[in-house]
């Protein structure tokens, strides 16, 4: 248990909460803890029975049965490896920011999901976390199954492409990559690449909660030193977990 207490703590804040309750909660609903029907997204109970809570139990509520729990694990692997990695290097020193961004993308997803009668939350957000990190680690050379290797800035479009061969899907990733990209157009490409001033910045009072540690990265909208950091040897974030027999699933490349 020390081990494994140590490997928790390890995991940065914002991160520990949202892999916890990804993994907790779709476990409790498995095995008969509550029913499943309280945690989805439902547009007419929302508003006209106000169960507020169902946007955000379905950011972390999968249902888990024996078709769709490998595809629950995948989710929670890229989840931790993805979001741990976008914390830490990305933004880090700077949890607010991090925050703000996973709350921007939830309050897409949850507008998005409604017109479009989707249920669940987890799919959607963790592909746009990682669609921000592909955006920081373009040139990066990750590694799929059976030895496939491409470029990070290809990843979300290979897991549409292997969601819709293996599942029929691929729509919860397209939402993914459109909330992933139009966060990262507003605090990152526009002030980059076309000169204009940074769209949306954190709030204050996130600021309050969450202050900037010392040696963060400071200016939001800015790019972080971590895009090219992350291109050196040392980075850590996409890679160093193995998946299956000798194949790294979404890895960095050695």
Not at 133 to 150: A, E, L, P, Y
Not at 168 to 173: F, L, R, V
Not at 241 to 250: D, F, M, S
Request: contains cysteine.
């Amino acid at each position: 248990m020390g081990d494994f207490g140590e490997w928790y703590r390890s995991i940065p804040l914002i991160t520990r909460y949202w892999f916890t309750g990804a993994t907790v909660i779709p476990l409790m609903g498995r095995f008969g803890l509550f029913s499943p029907y309280l945690m989805l997204l439902d547009f007419e109970l929302f508003f006209y029975k106000f169960q507020l809570w169902r946007p955000i139990t379905a950011l972390f509520y999968y249902p888990v049965t024996p078709q769709t729990g490998f595809h629950w694990l995948l989710m929670c692997y890229f989840l931790y490896n993805y979001s741990k990695d976008t914390e830490t290097s990305v933004y880090d020193g700077r949890p607010a920011d991090y925050l703000f961004m996973l709350i921007f993308n939830w309050i897409c997803c949850v507008i998005i999901c409604f017109v479009s009668e989707i249920y669940f939350l987890l799919e959607p957000m963790v592909l746009s976390v990682l669609y921000v990190w592909c955006q920081f680690n373009k040139d990066r050379t990750v590694s799929f199954w059976f030895g496939m290797q491409f470029k990070a800035v290809y990843l979300p479009w290979v897991l549409v492409a292997f969601n819709m061969v293996l599942r029929g899907g691929g729509i919860n990733e397209l939402i993914g990559i459109l909330v992933g990209h139009t966060y990262y157009f507003l605090a990152f490409q526009y002030a980059l690449d076309y000169g204009g001033s940074v769209i949306i910045k954190t709030p204050q009072f996130l600021y309050n909660y969450l202050p900037n540690r010392v040696g963060g990265f400071a200016g939001f909208g800015s790019v972080p030193q971590s895009r090219t950091a992350t291109n050196r040897g040392g980075a850590t974030g996409g890679g160093g977990h193995n998946w299956g027999t000798g194949r790294e699933l979404g890895g960095e490349q050695r």
